[in-house]
């Protein structure tokens, strides 16, 4: 209210003192919020340069605030305000990137404290804002900011232009376009979301001239000499070497001088920058440089060559800066951790811990206490036995409390909540209107579609992460739900890829039921020489014709895809029965299902026919993880309820120990393992974090083992 009081007084002294009729030459304008110069010129159709010189208090378009009292002049000219007090200049706010917290020691002032933290007395009174009404004391903690380092040799003039994303562009391959940080990126348009990398086509970011418009402390490496040959513009000159005429003029002012451009004139001009094709998530992946790094290590990380890195990176030829993006081959993304286009350098969690991270972990899972009479033994295991929800839930829960207790031993204290949403989503609003999630790091669950949902939209509301632990996708769309089960598409992207890859002259075979219509078009797609099984009654195979279809001299591969538990076993008899020294069968899915899990289906059958699938789930073994449990649980042996609960919950709690914040960890975090189950999200900008990691798994021996692609191409 004091600043509004102190300008509408300053507005009053001003019009007072102007030596021109107000009704005749100008008008008073008060800014609004979210007015610009540029918007406040088109509305009286003067233009922005003119409101500058008359309201000498605005040094530049980024001094203009809400309220602020601005003189217009209606017929263009620029009005002298010779008898204007002059006005004390607002410091423009620059938000601090992180605080710090420093104890007052006896006989320290404000002045010193200042001079230390290379801070103004007004931004350390600014965050402790009981320094305006009472003295520097000892024992006061204070929170002092800390600011981005600003080059104090950066040219003011030119700063910026309007950049128009096009499509495919993200932020790494503009700010390599643009020789800037990420960060520096984000600083400059402060609007992009914080839980997302997306860029929309079209959008519009504010962005640093390309260089070579700035005139002041430009290497001399940086520019060529340029000959003006006979009848060449500004533009066309301009619009050659990417940089706006305005530019060229301020660089060689003697054009000016000489009243234009004119044939043979020497003058000095940015050297062109690199036009070897459109950098996008087309054509290139990137590398953004961390703190020490140097280029003989960043090419052996990279996998190329100083020479390779330099062609595409030339700006590398002035020295490797922390925070630089490099372009690289798009095939690297084959030999090297990519996720969204960026290459992830390799981080271990575990000896990545800040124990000054204490996240706040919530439980919402359907225990069904409601419905449990505790002091009923035999009720109680019979109804865990028969319901999947109190299998799944309670199986969880022991395991994510060993995750606990294995967090704990690193060092890192985690505030826990756990509710039980007893599989209603009016009890899921219940808690959500009675509890405070404010502060909250994380939530696991619900399990329900519908609960899961409601508590989704809550949270985003306080960008706070939701965990599902058994989903894979919803119908609606959440950008902040982490759906940790990959999902089918994912899964028989796997398998089919690798089939793919070592697949040679083998005869396929398509078994599908008519409920899988997307397996078979894909498996269609990938092997369109592929024979089709005829199903009767889309129940059972037409035994006579499927016969003919196995070939003698080939390997047959034969898909299976179904959810009938009889047709597993029918379909996986007869392939058993079939599979000879004479004719070679091998079996597949890429839809595995509780079907083919079914007590009707002969696991020998299966291990003859090397029955291979796609799958979230590897299995566990005598791992830290099954002691671990065992020792908690008297002996008890985890089941895979049990390993995906320890296994989420470490995930979470690892990732928030290395940074509180689970959005910002998933851009630099790529694939994670752990007992049985693997992680690897990338955001689906609106619509989530979807894990594409998962394994292939084969029957072999009676056992079932996980299948490398070295594996692979050996035993096919």
């Known amino acids: 209210m004091k600043k509004i009081i102190k300008t509408l007084f300053f507005g009053a002294f001003l019009l007072a003192s102007l030596h021109v009729s107000s009704q005749k030459k100008f008008e008073t304008h008060v800014v609004k919020e979210g007015e610009t110069l540029q918007s406040i010129s088109q509305k009286y159709r003067v233009t922005p340069y003119t409101i500058l010189q008359s309201n000498k208090e605005l040094k530049t378009a980024a001094d203009l605030r809400p309220n602020t009292i601005l003189v217009i002049p209606l017929n263009g000219s620029v009005i002298e305000t010779t008898d204007k007090p002059k006005e004390e200049k607002v410091e423009e706010q620059i938000e601090p990137i992180g605080f710090s917290r420093h104890r007052v020691r006896k006989r320290e002032t404000l002045f010193g404290l200042t001079q230390r933290y290379s801070i103004t007395e007004e931004q350390l009174k600014r965050y402790n804002t009981q320094l305006y009404s009472q003295p520097l004391k000892k024992g006061m903690v204070l929170r002092i900011p800390k600011f981005p380092e600003v080059d104090p040799n950066e040219e003011k003039e030119l700063d910026f232009e309007t950049y128009t994303v096009q499509p495919k562009e993200t932020r790494w391959s503009i700010a390599h376009k643009y020789g800037i940080t990420v960060d520096s990126l984000v600083n400059l348009n402060p609007d992009l979301p914080k839980n997302s990398n997306y860029l929309a086509a079209g959008q519009e970011l504010k962005l640093p001239r390309p260089k070579g418009d700035s005139l002041k402390d430009q290497k001399v490496d940086l520019f060529t000499s340029y000959t003006v040959p006979l009848k060449m513009t500004l533009y066309s000159l301009g619009k050659e070497y990417g940089i ?17 451009l004119k044939e043979g004139m020497v003058i000095r001009l940015p050297k062109k920058q690199d036009k070897s094709g459109i950098v996008n998530t087309d054509n290139y992946i990137f590398y953004e440089v961390k703190p020490k790094q140097n280029v003989f290590r960043l090419t052996q990380n990279l996998k190329m060559t100083r020479d390779e890195l330099f062609q595409l990176n030339p700006d590398l030829a002035n020295g490797l800066k922390a925070g630089m993006v490099l372009k690289l081959p798009k095939e690297k993304a084959e030999v090297l951790d990519v996720k969204n286009a960026l290459v992830l350098d390799k981080i271990n969690l575990a000896d990545s811990i800040n124990v000054e991270n204490k996240p706040k972990l919530v439980f919402m899972l359907p225990f069904r206490l409601d419905r449990i009479d505790l002091n009923d033994g035999k009720k109680t295991r019979s109804q865990i036995a028969t319901r999947r929800d109190l ?63 409601e508590v989704a939209v809550q949270a985003a509301s306080k960008n706070i992460p939701v965990i599902a632990p058994v989903a894979s996708d919803s119908e609606l769309s959440h950008g902040n739900v982490f759906f940790s089960v990959p999902s089918d598409e994912v899964l028989r992207h796997k398998m089919l890829t690798y089939l793919e890859k070592v697949h040679t002259d083998e005869n396929v075979i398509i078994i599908a039921d008519s409920t899988h219509q997307v397996a078979y078009d894909s498996i269609l797609k990938k092997f369109p020489a592929a024979q089709i099984a005829k199903v009767i009654d889309n129940k059972s195979l037409h035994l006579d014709e499927f016969l003919i279809q196995l070939s003698e001299d080939k390997e047959n591969w034969v898909f299976l895809e179904t959810d009938q538990a009889n047709m597993v076993s029918s379909v996986s008899s007869i392939l058993n029965s079939t599979n000879t020294e004479e004719i070679k069968v091998r079996m597949f899915t890429t839809s595995y299902n509780n079907a083919f899990e079914d007590d009707a289906v002969s696991k020998t059958h299966l291990s003859n026919l090397r029955f291979t699938y796609p799958s979230f789930y590897k299995g566990i073994d005598n791992d830290a993880f099954t002691r671990a449990y065992r020792k908690r649980y008297r002996g008890l042996i985890p089941n895979r309820y049990a390993a995906r609960g320890f296994d989420v919950t470490f995930d979470v709690l690892l990732k928030l120990a290395h940074k509180n914040n689970l959005f910002e960890t998933s851009k630099i975090i790529g694939l994670t393992e752990y007992t049985g189950n693997s992680f690897n999200y990338f955001n689906d900008w609106t619509s989530g974090y979807y894990n594409k990691a998962c394994y292939l798994m084969e029957y072999d021996s009676l056992q079932i083992k996980e299948v490398q692609l070295n594996d692979l191409k050996s035993n096919l």
């Open 244 to 260: 706006p005429s305005d530019s060229i003029v301020k660089l060689n002012p003697e054009i000016m001088k000489e009243g234009g």
């Open 391 to 453: 299998a799944l839930s309670l199986g969880f829960y022991s395991g994510a409390l060993v995750a606990l207790d294995s967090i704990k031993k690193l060092g890192v204290s985690v505030d826990v909540q756990t509710f039980d949403t007893e599989l209603s989503q009016d009890k899921v609003k219940q808690i959500l209107f009675r509890e405070n999630m404010q502060g909250v790091s994380a939530i696991i669950g619900p399990v329900a579609s519908g609960a899961l949902n």
